[in-house]
């Protein structure tokens, strides 16, 4: 059995049949759930929005009675005077844990506004879930990092504490919750990356990682995913899916559901039409230098392409991204990739660099296309300074991949910089590329839609768009799909920071009916 542990009660009422339907469709048995607003998410939420999100939490486990057993938690500011009374109407109202956010710290960074909550819930004996990050810019003034955390769990060793999204950046939480044994963490939310259920366990232990998706603000199939592909026992996986959340809600005395349930993940139904799964368009081979496990040879990229299926990744070196003059770790590649017809390489190029028309020149006749990354290397797609690169690979006959996102900027090693993509500049490319076809990496929805905007009308120009990013999110695929047309969307796997089966194995099981509303997400 599957019960997803962190979800949060859409903020619009429309979408309650959604959250349903998405459970059913991916196994799940039942849900615990918060809402932290009914008109927003603030960062330092008032007593009587509170009130509000924890009526709302109520409500919607009423209205799901009969649907899908919904379990609510109580959503508090420990910073608040009432906080207490709130807990305890709700905790006598049907709330069967704690939520807590980002408002937990007083001015001068003490998590004391915490302590009556904590013990509240050693005397109540319901577990606490709490918001957990490690941002690369530096947390919010209210927001706990898991070292936080894991102060307060020493403190309070009788208290099931649940470190939500496991600090975000999750390595950097790998043996900092290890001694403590009522200290766990879920694996909701933020980017499905590959390997985080396989660490967390091998940290922790089994019994002390919790499944969570974080929907609707992430697609549950998603972060599924991340439990689906990791090196873990069938009953490792049981454990994290179903079996810890049994036993902190403590399901088996309620009679809600089983003592002992069975493991499932539901097969889908049929869903959405989707681009040929055996092309790939958001793939590398080489050296991750911030997380050796993610580095991969060329020899496990091979392996990796042929026992899923895809017949052709249009491939490009990490090792050439990260070099300051990215030629050499390109011949290296196309040397490699030479015998290889799955493998379609693409050079990479930074043209910041004031040797990018050789590095161009290079790559004709030997490779598929150009790989650029304005996102990692720090220049603008519409910058009239770059207009020349983009004619030169068209005259060239070279077609362009534009990655515009790799993993998650929140939670990058501190020091490496990264450029978000603009909207504006998007449209503004959109208008002004010469003809030549164009494939953008790891755009999100809204993303897709502004680079859509100045191309209809323009001869010899075609964009496409992988859809990687439209898999992390509640109904964006389905969306996308029908604004745009299922021919401007190819498969990428963005392997290898995700598992490379992950992105069509999500894909396939996101529901046919979309929607464009946004959820608050954490």
Not at 14 to 28: L, Q
Not at 165 to 188: Q, S, T
Not at 404 to 421: K, M
Not at 449 to 473: C, H, K, M, N, Y
Request: charged fraction near 20%.
């Amino acid at each position: 059995m599957v019960i997803d542990f962190h979800t949060h009660v859409p903020t619009d009422r429309r979408r309650w049949t959604e959250f349903i339907r998405d459970c059913r469709r991916n196994g799940v048995a039942a849900a615990a759930t918060s809402s932290l607003g009914v008109d927003g998410w603030p960062a330092v939420p008032s007593a009587a929005h509170v009130r509000a999100a924890n009526r709302q939490a109520r409500e919607f486990a009423e209205f799901a009675q009969g649907r899908l057993p919904v379990f609510w938690f109580v959503y508090l500011n420990p910073c608040l005077p009432d906080c207490l009374d709130e807990a305890q109407r709700a905790l006598d109202a049907g709330a069967v844990g704690i939520k807590l956010w980002i408002s937990l710290k007083t001015p001068d960074g003490r998590t004391a506004p915490c302590d009556p909550v904590l013990r509240l819930a050693a005397e109540r004996e319901c577990p606490v879930l709490i918001h957990t990050f490690h941002r690369t810019g530096g947390n919010q003034p209210g927001e706990l990092s898991v070292d936080q955390f894991a102060d307060l769990a020493r403190r309070f060793p009788t208290v099931p504490m649940i470190a939500a999204h496991a600090g975000g950046n999750w390595r950097m939480a790998l043996g900092a919750l290890a001694d403590i044994p009522n200290a766990h963490v879920d694996i909701c939310g933020c980017f499905p990356e590959c390997g985080m259920a396989t660490a967390l366990v091998r940290d922790l232990g089994a019994e002390r990682v919790v499944f969570g998706s974080d929907m609707l603000g992430r697609s549950q199939a998603s972060q599924l995913a991340k439990v689906e592909f990791a090196d873990l026992a069938p009953a490792e996986k049981a454990a994290v899916l179903g079996g810890n959340a049994h036993r902190l809600l403590k399901l088996a005395a309620s009679g809600v559901l089983p003592a002992a349930p069975p493991l499932s993940v539901a097969a889908p139904e049929p869903g959405l039409p989707l681009p040929d799964s055996t092309e790939d368009h958001f793939c590398f081979c080489g050296t991750w230098p911030f997380a050796p496990d993610l580095s991969r040879s060329f020899a496990e990229l091979r392996n990796a392409l042929g026992s899923s299926g895809i017949r052709r990744a249009y491939t490009a070196s990490l090792d050439a991204i990260w070099a300051s003059d990215p030629r050499v770790a390109n011949r290296a590649f196309f040397a490699e990739a030479r015998d290889e017809a799955r493998v379609q390489p693409l050079g990479v190029v930074n043209p910041r660099v004031p040797n990018w028309r050789r590095a161009v020149c290079e790559l004709r006749n030997v490779c598929h296309g150009v790989w650029v990354s304005p996102y990692l290397h720090n220049w603008r797609l519409d910058a009239a300074d770059h207009a020349e690169f983009f004619a030169v690979c068209a005259e060239q006959g070279l077609p362009v991949w534009i990655n515009c996102a790799l993993g998650d900027h929140r939670f990058r090693q501190s020091g490496v910089g990264w450029r978000p993509i603009a909207v504006e500049e998007l449209r503004a490319f959109a208008g002004c590329a010469p003809p030549n076809e164009y494939v953008f990496q790891g755009l999100l929805a809204n993303e897709i839609r502004q680079a859509r905007r100045g191309v209809p009308g323009r001869t010899g120009i075609q964009f496409r768009f992988e859809l990687s990013r439209l898999t992390d999110r509640s109904g964006d695929l389905a969306a996308i799909q029908t604004e745009i047309g299922m021919d401007a969307l190819v498969f990428g796997a963005e392997y290898p920071l995700r598992d490379i089966r992950s992105v069509r194995w999500t894909a396939r099981r996101l529901p046919a009916n979309g929607t464009r509303m946004v959820e608050g997400k954490e």
